[in-house]
């Protein structure tokens, strides 16, 4: 049973780069493509981007060049580093494996317990 | 960008009751749509996935339906553990969009 760790800091500086690494373990990183989620205090979820090990990977087009996703074989683990944070980007943060499939489409099969990130000085 | 919305909002309900939350997209996803539940502080789950078929694990009492630009997930019969909230989320050409949400809570 695939387990997804999310670890990083709590607290981020407006300007700053937001950087979060998640953590499987029950699964091989190279077997599944890999995503993040944050979901803003009371919101709803929107999608950052994926990855797979391989380089391919596709962000959210609303937070633009400021997302890079990447991956660790060697560790299990994939990142996140999202750039010139401002108080909008105070979320919970979940990462999630990508089930993906020509005959039934892609989706979030499973997460991690999420990490919240507040942007403030 | 496909834009997803949800209705209703929020919804009232009982045990045993019969719930269906309606999702629509701005333009076709075929059926590549799926369903998650999120309770407070906990990371979502899913329930649907290709607009019909029910994940490993998840009771028969969730079902899904539609295609193109309207879906609708419903609770046969609900359960104490059912109140949460729920997202729809479409994948089309490689980009993902989650509804807003439809929270079903106790009348």
């Known amino acids: 049973q695939v387990q997804l760790q999310e670890s990083g800091p709590g607290l981020v500086k407006p300007s700053e780069t937001l950087s979060l690494t998640c953590t499987v373990s029950g699964d091989s990183i190279r077997s599944s493509y890999w995503s993040w989620i944050r979901q803003p205090p009371g919101k709803g979820l929107e999608w950052i981007g994926y990855v797979h090990y391989s380089g391919d990977t596709n962000n959210n087009p609303s937070l633009k060049s400021r997302v890079t996703i990447s991956t660790d074989t060697s560790k299990s683990q994939f990142s996140l580093y999202l750039t010139s944070v401002t108080a909008a980007d105070t979320a919970v943060y979940y990462c999630a494996r990508v089930r993906t499939s020509y005959t039934s489409g892609w989706r979030f099969d499973s997460w991690g317990q999420g990490i919240q990130v507040t942007v403030s000085s | 960008d496909i834009q997803m919305t949800q209705s209703p909002s929020t919804l009232s309900a009982s045990v045993g009751d019969r719930v269906t939350i309606t999702c629509r997209a701005s333009?076709?996803?075929?059926?590549?749509l799926a369903w998650y539940q999120q309770k407070p502080g906990k990371a979502p789950k899913l329930l649907i996935y290709?607009?019909?078929n029910l994940e490993s694990g998840v009771p028969s009492r969730f079902s899904g339906s539609g295609s193109g630009t309207e879906f609708t997930l419903t609770i046969s019969s609900l359960q104490p553990d059912d109140f949460a909230t729920y997202y729809c989320?479409?994948?089309?050409?490689?980009?993902?969009?989650f509804g807003p949400g439809t929270k079903v809570d106790i009348k």
């Open positions: 290709k607009a019909s």
């Open positions: 989320q479409q994948y089309n050409s490689y980009f993902f969009t």
């Open positions: 333009q076709s996803v075929s059926t590549w």
